[in-house]
Nanobody, 120 residues
């Protein structure tokens, strides 16, 4: 079955960096784009970054543009989110997402999430 496992979260000071990883299994990874979302306490889940399967088309939320970088390694079935110049407002649980074709139509799959806390 489809599994997405995130790692790399933690506590970091403002201005610091973290790299999140999401290892995927259970589907043909190089056929699907991948996305990172985040959800802060009391807020809706929001899209942070997205990439096509080959990394040819990438998009970012305005709030993270020029600070975050999404990348994909098809050989390792892994998608990364490099986060630089972190701000307290980046504090959230970060989730990776894959939208997979099924017999019933496209279905969203989510990892368990990894907590990122930006605080001095």
């Amino acid at each position: 079955q489809v599994q997405l496992v995130e790692s790399g979260g933690g506590l970091v000071q403002p201005g610091g960096s973290l790299r999140l990883s999401c290892v995927a299994s259970g589907f043909t990874f190089n056929m699907y784009g991948m996305r990172w979302y985040r959800q802060a306490p009391g807020k809706d889940r929001e899209s942070v970054a997205a990439t096509t399967s080959g990394g040819y088309s990438i998009s970012y939320a305005d709030s993270v543009k020029d600070r975050f970088t999404i990348s994909i390694d098809n050989a390792k079935n892994t998608v990364y989110l490099q986060m630089n110049s972190l701000k307290p407002e980046d504090t959230a649980v970060y989730y990776c997402n894959a939208r997979i074709a099924t017999m019933q139509g496209p279905r969203d799959y989510w990892g368990q999430g990894t907590q990122v806390t930006v605080s001095s």
